[in-house]
């Protein structure tokens, strides 16, 4: 039997970060890891190691672990950053790029990114700006792998996290996907159990590159992911 899959997951106690510790429950061939700033609860008979640092000390925390990869599903809201562009920007652009160096730094191969649909440094919305200035900046550091998943409208519930618009539109979202067609498809809501599922699958992979993944690629990613063992 191989060796386990050595995977640190930066962002543990968000929506993707913990829906990534659901789906490690009764693997066998993933290692998780996850590194926060703060304790949160584990999933219910999980197997991992939780590192609670600030954020300046999650480097020598990669240093130690040594993951083979790195899912970074670090990321703010513009309430929660007070609506506030450099609070913003402190979280979901340097602290990304932070744990990516430190990562780059301490020869992580892979590193797969949660970003958001219509990322583009170009926008004229500074929340697509930042996301797209990250998934540029990423790329300059070429890591062997580099996935960077672009979910439409995140499908969970946030623990304490109260956004009228945001559930609306959640609520909505099985009727407006029905209506996105073609190069709308990438708009359409997205459970986030399957950006986990997508995001572990893909730090699994080995081929090298940079890949970027709509709805579309995501699903077919998290499709791929094996189901663990039952022993």
Not at 91 to 109: E, F, M, R
Not at 117 to 123: E, L, N, R, W, Y
Not at 202 to 215: I, M
Request: charged share 30%; hydrophobic share 45%; glycine share 10%.
């Amino acid at each position: 039997m191989s060796e386990p899959l050595r995977i640190a997951l930066v962002g543990a106690t968000g929506l993707i970060g913990g829906k990534v510790m659901e789906a490690c429950i009764g693997r066998e061939d993933l290692r998780l890891t996850g590194i926060a700033r703060r304790e949160a609860p584990l999933p219910k008979g999980i197997r991992m190691e939780l590192f609670v640092a600030e954020p300046d000390r999650w480097g020598e925390v990669i240093e130690a672990v040594r993951p083979k990869a790195v899912i970074c599903a670090l990321g703010t809201t513009w309430k929660k950053a007070g609506q506030d562009e450099a609070a913003f920007r402190a979280v979901d652009q340097d602290l990304v790029l932070s744990v990516a160096k430190a990562a780059k730094d301490h020869g992580v191969g892979r590193f797969v990114h949660v970003s958001s649909v219509g990322a583009d440094f170009a926008s004229k919305t500074f929340y697509l700006r930042v996301k797209g200035e990250v998934e540029r900046d990423l790329a300059k550091l070429r890591f062997d792998r580099l996935d960077v998943l672009q979910p439409g409208l995140l499908l969970g519930n946030r623990p304490n996290d109260h956004r009228p618009a945001e559930r609306m539109g959640i609520l909505a979202a099985p009727v407006l996907n029905l209506m996105l067609h073609g190069g709308m498809r990438k708009y359409r809501g997205i459970r986030a159990e399957t950006v986990a599922e997508a995001a572990m699958s893909l730090a699994k992979r080995a081929a090298r590159g940079r890949f970027v993944h709509d709805n579309d690629g995501i699903l077919r990613a998290a499709r791929a992911l094996a189901k663990p063992e039952q022993t």
